[in-house]
């Protein structure tokens, strides 16, 4: 029988559209299960074959789990707020929801052709007024709260002005940017201004000035993920670090249990891993150097508070606002100079060049309070304002980059006398130092020696004992139009957020998507951006007077902002009184399955942790964690095309002549190839783009091959697949069965249309098991044994598959399952229908239509799932290969219950045996049960 496979996926798509077949409910006596792809922006390219994979695997599993009887929520939603978007309305005018919704539309007509059971009625996007109304009042509500470190929770700002009413900051336990001292009566008589400048110190969304990536070109602060060798990875635009206000989440607060929250999850390691190093969490010491002739202090955090009689030196870093009060007269020019040069390098850049050592000397002193040595102060690059107190009091004969600075300065080394741990951790030489042996550490081991110093630092009142963490506040401003709107406005220059019945703050409509004259962001453009307190209403930007109309923020909050907590809203996507109702957040809890690309490790997963814990603490929801079991699934990657230009010419040489010249290697559209060969096809090259119009080529047997080179997929490398090809020619359930059988769902692997014939071979012969010829034909006999045992060998199979994601060698059982039903001309019902729901998760289409073919009028999606029965496999007969002297001769098939006298008994009777011993007694008999029977002549 013809499989057609485009008419029968079209109609199935059309059925459970129309019949809303995979729409949940929250009200069940189910058990629930939660399965959810990472938050997809769509894009203007659409689709190519690689975005699936993941979509592909959890939906199996979404599929397999409503098979076990589970209330399955998978839905599907776009991250639809975006820098691209936005750079398209720069360069052609056109509105970014305009664009927006056109990708929207592609992405879904594309997810929809592969047949995935998303719950289509709970869609999402981010860039809904109706959904960022709920991302701008969870913003309020950080910008609401503190962290009290005495209950270990974030908690409302209301609790902290009590505390401030009755006691000042007196027994205050929070975290906050700097340390206040005041009391009640201070507190009760400070200004409004004043009180809310002390509140801004404590909020868990707060505006203080701080370093970003700044990009001119694009008119916004950048994310590090989104600089790369100093240029903007969208455009390849400059990027300079560069001071401003902005907006802040006190994710910091939150380090410790951040890192203790990962000992309950199921992530991979590797995952893991990242976020403790990106957290890095770190014990040692802050200690007070006093800069000699000068009021100031310097404030240093240390692990190794016991090396501090080896410090010779002090590094600040360029952007501590400490170099500009203590940099001499002298010093100034050489320092002004090194600060703009290290403005051109990013975070990232300046952590990951570790050899290269550069500074300036800031012509200050320090006075090292153990030994009373002076310690010239510098600035270089390798010391971060972000991390600890953005100064280092440098040990030369102990750390690596201070040696190097050391000895490119002409500066003092002295060792302290080392422990085992150094000289096992060193990984440079420092014979060249000076060794100290104290007597306040002599003896001590690296622990003891370590306590005592801290003890002594805290006697003397120079500083204390501190556990410190690498991580750093995220920041929240984005100098963009595309993105939600923060809901505050300002009074005074301070920031008061908007009452939440105002909500949704809407983005207004611009002129321009550029940052305007006066540098302000793009909804510096709008005409009618202003809040009116009074009547609690936005108004004409005109009307601003300070007095009942104040200006608005005119940032934007960044990408990470909205999918930080898509996977609550899905709970309850329609509810526009509240988030997402307690009840349906107690039902569905945490995703219990999450698949994603690794690379959001540190971003995207912090922060939706961040905000879940945050949530938790304000009694909003019940759960620790967002998202308990974590997969990370690897890339397709896609087979490149090169072709090679002679340098200064339009000459193309192909492929084994290169060698002769001295060429240009460039990428090539794979789609400019001749069929699934390397040849390239020159009059399309030469059509393709108008540079090529008059190329010229030296051939090899009248032949131009290319240069063939497995790389990334994207366009960008044009070496992308088009699913809808693939679904046009093979079908969506060729696409999913093909993307699992390429190799394990963590790994990477090469995309080959060519072995897709090899799956829709498979797919035809699994179709007409069903059929006699052109005749749909199922018996209703009781099926074999060996039926049977063919049958719960592939569902034993499957089942621990599923379970253990390993959806490649599932496809592989299916295969040769169906080639054994297909010897044995199996058609029983029983056997078939089984069959089809085990493969209906892998491909939907075609078990539904066969489903319905065997009679059925309902789906076959919520069937319950064949159960293994252990006793379809156990052997009633046993082949036994007997051998002579080592050598097998013939088979015999015994009863599998027999006695090991009873298979020698049996043996010995056959009349094959008895003819191989022509009447000779055996020297022995080797039976080993069930495996073998081996007669030594």
């Known amino acids: 029988m013809f499989y057609d496979h485009q008419s029968i996926e079209k109609k199935w798509q059309k059925f459970w559209e129309e019949n809303q077949t995979y729409k949940t409910e929250n009200t069940t006596d189910k058990p629930k299960f939660y399965v959810l792809d990472m938050f997809p922006y769509p894009s203007g390219a659409g689709l190519h074959v690689g975005h699936p994979l993941g979509y592909i695997a959890s939906d199996i599993y979404a599929r397999y789990k409503r098979h076990q009887g589970f209330n399955v929520l998978h839905p599907v939603g776009y991250d639809s707020f975006g820098l691209p978007a936005e750079q398209y309305a720069i360069q052609t005018g056109t509105h970014p929801a305009i664009t927006t919704e056109q990708n929207i539309t592609r992405y879904e007509e594309q997810l929809r052709k592969i047949g995935f059971s998303f719950d289509w009625s709970r869609e999402i996007r981010t860039s809904d007024a109706s959904y960022y109304k709920w991302t701008q009042w969870i913003f309020i509500q950080l910008f609401n709260s503190w962290y009290n470190k005495s209950t270990d929770k974030a908690e409302s700002i209301e609790t902290l002005i009590q505390h401030f009413e009755t006691r000042g900051t007196l027994n205050l336990s929070a975290v906050q940017n700097d340390a206040l001292n005041f009391t009640a009566e201070e507190w009760k008589s400070a200004s409004e201004l004043d009180k809310q400048d002390i509140l801004l110190n404590y909020r868990l969304a707060y505006r203080a000035e701080t370093t970003v990536n700044w990009c001119p070109g694009l008119g916004t602060v950048l994310a590090n993920d989104e600089v790369k060798d100093g240029k903007s990875e969208r455009g390849g635009f400059p990027v300079f670090q560069k001071k401003m206000m902005q907006w802040s989440m006190r994710i910091t607060a939150y380090s410790e249990r951040l890192l203790q929250g990962l000992n309950t999850l199921d992530w991979p390691q590797p995952l893991k891993d990242s976020q403790e190093y990106w957290i890095g969490k770190s014990q040692g010491a802050q200690v007070t150097f006093e800069v000699l002739n000068s009021e100031e202090n310097i404030s240093v955090f240390t692990t190794r508070p016991d090396t501090i009689f080896g410090a010779t030196f002090m590094v600040l870093a360029p952007e501590n606002p400490l170099v500009e009060k203590i940099t001499t007269e002298e010093q100034k020019f050489k320092v002004d100079r090194y600060i703009e040069e290290t403005s051109k390098k990013t975070e990232r850049d300046r952590m990951a060049d570790v050899k290269n050592v550069s500074g300036a000397f800031t012509g200050a002193y320090a006075l090292n309070p153990f030994n009373d040595e002076k310690m010239p102060i510098y600035i270089s690059d390798y010391v971060l304002m972000g991390y600890g107190t953005g100064a280092v009091m440098a040990v030369p004969a102990h750390d690596e980059r201070d040696h190097r600075f050391a000895k490119k300065f002409g500066l003092n080394i002295v060792k302290v006398v080392e422990t085992e741990e150094d000289v096992q951790e060193k990984s440079f030489d420092s014979k060249d ?137 899905y709970m309850d996507p329609k509810n526009d009184g509240e988030f997402c109702a307690k009840e349906l957040s107690d039902y569905w809890g945490q995703v219990d399955l999450y698949i994603g690309g690794s690379e959001h490790a540190t971003g995207h997963l912090l922060y939706s942790r961040f905000w879940n814990m945050f949530l938790k603490d304000r009694g909003y929801i019940n759960q620790d964690e967002p998202f308990q079991k974590l997969i990370n699934q690897g890339m397709i990657l896609g087979m490149s095309a090169f072709v090679f230009r002679i340098d200064g010419t339009n000459q193309f040489v192909s492929k084994n002549l290169a060698q002769n010249y001295e060429t240009q290697k460039i990428h090539v559209d794979v789609s400019l190839l001749k069929g699934t060969s390397d040849e390239l096809d020159v009059e399309k090259f030469k059509n393709w783009r108008s540079e090529f119009g008059d190329a010229e080529f030296i051939l090899e047997d009248g032949k131009y091959i290319t240069e063939r080179e497995v790389e990334k997929m994207s366009k960008s490398k044009y070496n992308v697949v088009n699913p809808d090809d693939i679904c046009q020619e093979y079908g969506a359930d060729c696409l999913r069965l093909y993307e699992m059988f390429l190799g394990p769902l963590e790994q990477s692997k090469p995309w080959n249309t060519q072995g897709l014939s090899g799956v829709y071979g498979f797919l035809k012969k699994f179709y007409n098991l069903y059929y006699n010829g052109g005749s749909f034909d199922v018996s209703e006999e009781e099926p074999t044994k060996e039926e049977y045992k063919i049958l719960h060998t592939l569902i034993k199979k499957v089942v621990s598959d599923i379970d253990n994601f390993s959806f490649n060698t599932s496809v592989s059982s299916f295969m040769i399952a169906v080639n054994e039903f297909q010897k044995l001309k199996t058609n029983k019902r029983k056997i078939l229908e089984a069959l089809a729901i085990v493969v209906s998760p892998y491909a939907p289409h075609i078990s539904e239509e066969l489903w319905e073919k065997l009679g059925n009028t309902n789906s076959v999606e919520f069937e319950k799932f064949p159960v293994f029965e252990e006793k379809y496999l156990i052997e009633d007969e046993i082949e036994y290969p007997v051998s002579f002297n080592g050598k097998m001769r013939f088979k015999l098939a015994l009863p599998a219950d027999l006695s090991v006298g009873e298979i020698e008994e049996n043996v010995m009777k056959d009349l094959r045996v008895l003819d191989q011993l022509a009447g000779n007694t055996p020297k022995k008999v080797i039976i080993v049960p069930k495996k073998i029977v081996n007669i030594v002549c």
């Open 433 to 569: 130092s000076v060794c100290v042996n104290s007597d306040f550490l002599d003896g001590l081991n690296y622990t003891d020696a370590k306590a005592k110093i801290i003890d002594e630092i805290e006697n003397r009142g120079i500083g204390h004992g501190t556990t410190n963490y690498k991580q750093r506040d995220a920041i929240f401003s984005r100098q963009r139009y595309w993105g939600e709107p923060v809901p505050v406005y300002y009074k005074e220059g301070m920031p008061y957020a908007l009452p939440v019945s105002s909500l949704p703050l809407e983005l207004p409509e611009v002129e321009k998507y550029l940052p305007t004259e006066d540098g302000d962001p793009p909804l510096g453009n709008a005409k009618n951006f202003a809040w009116d307190e009074l009547n609690e209403k936005i108004v004409a930007t005109e009307l601003i007077d300070n007095v009942t109309v104040f200006p608005l923020e005119l940032s934007t909050m960044p990408g990470w902002a909205g999918s930080s907590w898509y996977f609550l809203r």
